[in-house]
C-alpha cells in the first residue's frame, strides 16, 4: 500500500486507556490504515513524520467553548488547534448563534463571555444565511474549519427566539404553550442535525449586554421546571445530553440536577454534565461534597459527570473588569455601567464604597470568590511602585486604607491600564490528583473563545500531562498517561456520542505529537496575542510550539513547529460530527491490520 502518510517510531496512544507502544502509523484518505510493530515501507510516500522520543496522541476534545462568533470568521480556530485540540464543542452555558440574530447574540454573548459587543452582532449578522440547525450545520461545513465540531444548541437562543429578549427575562412571564412547542420542536430538529445535546443555565450572575435588556439575567435562569421538563424529556429518549449550570445561590438545585440524571419507573437515564467541580478557594470543603454527589447519582442509575478544569484557574482583569464581580451586589452595580465617566462617579461614592465594602466582608453563603483582596497581585500599572503588590499590601502602605479603597483608588486613577490577577480555585495540587482520577468527573470547562482578557486554558489538556508525567517520573503516580490521554480524548467522544477521541486502525486520522522533554514551565507562562477578527484586541493565549510539534486532522498536517501549515489556510480539514453517527471517512475507507498491532507492551 503506498500511504499519504506515515508517523514513524513515535510512542502511539490509541485513547482507549490501553498500554502505549512504539509503532508506525499509515494513513491513506484521512483515515488510519496500519499501526505496525516493525516499519512501514514509506515508497510514495509524500509525508513521512519521525516521531522518535515523541509521543503520538488522539487529537483532544475540548467539551466547553464559546467559539461560537470566532468560529464565523477565523474558522481555523488556531488557539485550540496549535496545542492539540482538534475536536470543540460549540453551544456551552445556554448560548448559541442557531436561531437568534445579531443584536441579540451581542446581548447574550458580550457581557456573560467578555466578547466584543459589537463584534458579535457584526459576525453574527455578517455570517447568518440559516434559520434553521440543519442550515447552521451546512454552513459551518462551508466553512474551511481546521477543527472539527459538533454543538449544542443553547436554551436562552431557543427562549429568545421564541419569547423575544425582553419577554424572555422578566419574572413570571411563561412561554405559551405554542412557544413551548416550538422550542421543543427547536430542540429536536438539532438533534436530528446531529448535535449533541443542549446547554442551559441556572447560574445568576451570568448578566445581559445591551441597553433594553442590560444586567438581567440569561433567558435560561427564568425557566421554570414545566418549560425545562419537557426539553429534558427529548433529551431523555434521544439519549443526548444536557449540559447545564446550577444557581450556586441555591445548592439545592445542583442536588436536583444531579438526581434528575437517575432513571426511574423505565425510563432512561438523562445523561447530564454540570458546571463545574472546582477546589473552590471560598469554599474549601465543596468540592469533596461534588465528588460524592456524582458517585451516589451513578450508583442509582444516572448518568452524571461534573466538568473540571484539571489546572489552577487563575484570572487576569484589567480594572474592575472581570466576571466574578458580577456574583455581588456593588459589583454587578459597577459592571451595569457602561459609561466610563458614570462608572468613576459610582466608583467614588462615599456610599458605593460603603455597600462595596459590606459585600467583600461578607464571607458566608455560596460565592465563587475568595474576595481577599490581599490575595490579588498588580502585575502592570502606569504607577511601576504598586506592580507585583496585592491591593492589601498597597493599602497597608497608603496608611491602613481598606483593600476595597485601595482597590478603587487604583481603578479609579489608572482604569484598564492596571491588571491583575488572582487564584480563584484548583488551587491545591493533591486535590486535581483525586479530581483527575475521579470516574464522576470530565475533564474540560476551557471556555476558549470567551474571557480574551481574563484567562487562557487553551491548553488544558497538556498541563494534565504535565502534572501526570511529573509524577510519573518522580515515582508517585496518581493515573497512568495513558488513563490521562483517555479522559482528555476517548472517554469524552464516546460519552458524547461523536467519532473523535480514538487513534486504531480505521479511525479518522486526527492526532497530534507531543514532546515530553518539553511539558515544562513554558505551559504556564503568560503570553498575549492579537485577535485580528477583533480589531487587534490582545488577548491571553498559550504558547507552547515546542510541546507540540505536529498536529494533524483528517490525515493532512494543519500546525508545524509553531505555524499553520498552507493546508490549514486554503482546505477545510475539520468536519462538524454528528452525534451517533461514524464519520464518511470511516464508512470508506479501506482498512487493514497486521498481527503485531494488537501488541501493546510499553517501551
Not at 421554570?224 to 443526548?240: A, D, T, Y
Not at 466538568?307 to 458580577?326: M, R, T
Not at 515530553?516 to 492579537?530: F, M, S
Request: with cysteine.
Amino acid at each position: 500500500m503506498t500511504y499519504d502518510a506515515i508517523i514513524r517510531n513515535g510512542r502511539w496512544f490509541d485513547g482507549t486507556g490501553a498500554a502505549s507502544a512504539v509503532r508506525d502509523l499509515g494513513i491513506k484518505d484521512g483515515v488510519v490504515v496500519e499501526i505496525s510493530a516493525t516499519p512501514l515501507e514509506a515508497t510514495g510516500c509524500p509525508e513521512v513524520v519521525d516521531a522518535r522520543g515523541q509521543w503520538v496522541l488522539p487529537g483532544m476534545v475540548d467539551i466547553h467553548t464559546h467559539y461560537d462568533v470566532e468560529v464565523l470568521r477565523d474558522p481555523h480556530l488556531p488557539e485550540s488547534l496549535r496545542h492539540g485540540v482538534t475536536t470543540i464543542l460549540l453551544g456551552s452555558c445556554s448560548l448559541s448563534t442557531i436561531h437568534v440574530g445579531g443584536v441579540d447574540a451581542g446581548d447574550l454573548f458580550g457581557r456573560v463571555e467578555a466578547i466584543p459587543r459589537q463584534h458579535v452582532i457584526s459576525a453574527v449578522e455578517e455570517a447568518k444565511t440559516w434559520s434553521s440547525a440543519g442550515e447552521y450545520v451546512d454552513a459551518l461545513e462551508s466553512l474551511p474549519l481546521g477543527p472539527n465540531l459538533a454543538a449544542f444548541i443553547g436554551h436562552s437562543d431557543m427562549r429568545t427566539a421564541t419569547m423575544g429578549l425582553d419577554q424572555a427575562t422578566r419574572k413570571g412571564v411563561k412561554p405559551s404553550r405554542r412557544e413551548q412547542q416550538r422550542m421543543e420542536d427547536m430542540l429536536t430538529e438539532a438533534l436530528d442535525a446531529g448535535f449533541v445535546g443542549m446547554s442551559a443555565q441556572q447560574l445568576l450572575f451570568d448578566k445581559l449586554d445591551g441597553e433594553v435588556c442590560r444586567s438581567r439575567t440569561l433567558p435560561s435562569t427564568y425557566a421554570k421546571w414545566r418549560e425545562m421538563r419537557g426539553l429534558r424529556r427529548i433529551l431523555r429518549e434521544r439519549e443526548r445530553a444536557l449540559q447545564a449550570g446550577p444557581d450556586a445561590s441555591h445548592p439545592h438545585t445542583i442536588v436536583t440536577q444531579a438526581f434528575g440524571s437517575i432513571g426511574l419507573g423505565g425510563r432512561k437515564p438523562l445523561k447530564t454534565s454540570l458546571l463545574s467541580a472546582a477546589d473552590i478557594k471560598a469554599i474549601p470543603g465543596i468540592i469533596h461534597l461534588m465528588r460524592v454527589l456524582a458517585a451516589v447519582s451513578n450508583r442509582l442509575g444516572g448518568d452524571f459527570r461534573w466538568q473540571h478544569l484539571p489546572v489552577p484557574f487563575e484570572v487576569y482583569a484589567d480594572g474592575i473588569d472581570l466576571v466574578i464581580f458580577e456574583e455581588f451586589g456593588s459589583g454587578a452595580a459597577a459592571l451595569h455601567l457602561s459609561e466610563k465617566i458614570a462608572r468613576d462617579d459610582l466608583l467614588a461614592d462615599p456610599a458605593y464604597r460603603a455597600a462595596f465594602r459590606k459585600d467583600y466582608e461578607s464571607k458566608y453563603g455560596p460565592r465563587v470568590w475568595h474576595r481577599d483582596f490581599f490575595d490579588a497581585e498588580i502585575m502592570e500599572c502606569p504607577d511601576a511602585s504598586v506592580i507585583g503588590k496585592s491591593f492589601g499590601q498597597v493599602g497597608v502602605e497608603r496608611g491602613g486604607k481598606h483593600p476595597v479603597d485601595a482597590f478603587l483608588d487604583l481603578v479609579l486613577e489608572h482604569g484598564t491600564s492596571i491588571r491583575w490577577r488572582t487564584t480563584i480555585s484548583g488551587h491545591r495540587p493533591h486535590i486535581l490528583k483525586k479530581m483527575a482520577a475521579s470516574p464522576g468527573i470530565q475533564m474540560g470547562f476551557s471556555d476558549a473563545g470567551a474571557h480574551l482578557r481574563n484567562m487562557s486554558f487553551y491548553n488544558f489538556g497538556l498541563r494534565l500531562l504535565k502534572h501526570v508525567h511529573d509524577a510519573d517520573q518522580a515515582g508517585s503516580p496518581f493515573i497512568t498517561v495513558e488513563h490521562a490521554v483517555h479522559r482528555l480524548t476517548g472517554e469524552l467522544a464516546d460519552w458524547y456520542g461523536i467519532d473523535a477521541g480514538h487513534l486504531r486502525v480505521g479511525d479518522r486520522a486526527d492526532l497530534f505529537l507531543l514532546d515530553p522533554a518539553h511539558l515544562d514551565e513554558t505551559l504556564t507562562d503568560y503570553a498575549e496575542a492579537p485577535v485580528e477578527q477583533y480589531d487587534g484586541l490582545s488577548r491571553m493565549v498559550n504558547r507552547n510550539d515546542a510541546t507540540v510539534p505536529l498536529v494533524m486532522v483528517s490525515g493532512r498536517v494543519v500546525w508545524r513547529d509553531g505555524e499553520g501549515t498552507d493546508v490549514l489556510l486554503r482546505e477545510r480539514t475539520g468536519q462538524f460530527l454528528r452525534a451517533g453517527e461514524p464519520g464518511p471517512a470511516l464508512a470508506t475507507a479501506p482498512v487493514t491490520e497486521r498481527p503485531e498491532a494488537a501488541v501493546a507492551t510499553a517501551p
